[in-house]
Structure formats: C-alpha cells, structure tokens
C-alpha cells in the first residue's frame, strides 16, 4: 500500500483532563530535539483536553522557531521529494 511507520519521540499526554497548558508545553519543549516528531490529539479524551492542547500550541511553535526549529512533514524528514 505504500504506507510508512513513524514513532513520535515526544508525548505531551494532552488527552488527560489532568494535563494543563503549562505541563503541555513545558513537556514539549524539554524534550524537543532535531527530528523529533511530537504527538498532540485534537480530540478524544477529556472535554477539556483539545482546548488545553489548542492554548499550548502557539507558546510551543513560537518557543522552538525562535530557537532555530523548523516544521517540516514526514515526507520532508524522510527525503521522499
């Protein structure tokens, strides 16, 4: 089918209504490292988890560009252009 497998290497656990921006975030960025893939959930979980994850969101992709990151897709990382 042509389809690949692809780890994350960070998990921000922002499925639990436990989880809170803050401890999002800051899970994020303390393991952040080049080729990291990180997984957040959009929904399932707590009510309150995409919100918590969608108020984390901007701090960390502003946090990790000003330190010299860059997006990029699965295709990108793996070279298939």
Known sequence: MGLATAYWSIEA???????KPQHI??????????GSIVVL???GG???????TLEALPL???NLKEKG???V???DMKGDQ
């Open 13 to 19: 656990q922002d499925w639990e209504s436990k989880t």
């Open 25 to 34: 975030y800051n899970t994020v960025i303390s393991q952040a490292k080049a």
């Open 41 to 43: 959930h959009d929904s």
């Open 46 to 52: 707590a009510p309150s988890a995409p919100a918590n």
């Open 60 to 62: 960390i992709i502003n």
């Open 69 to 71: 990151y860059k997006f």
């Open 73 to 75: 897709t699965l295709e």
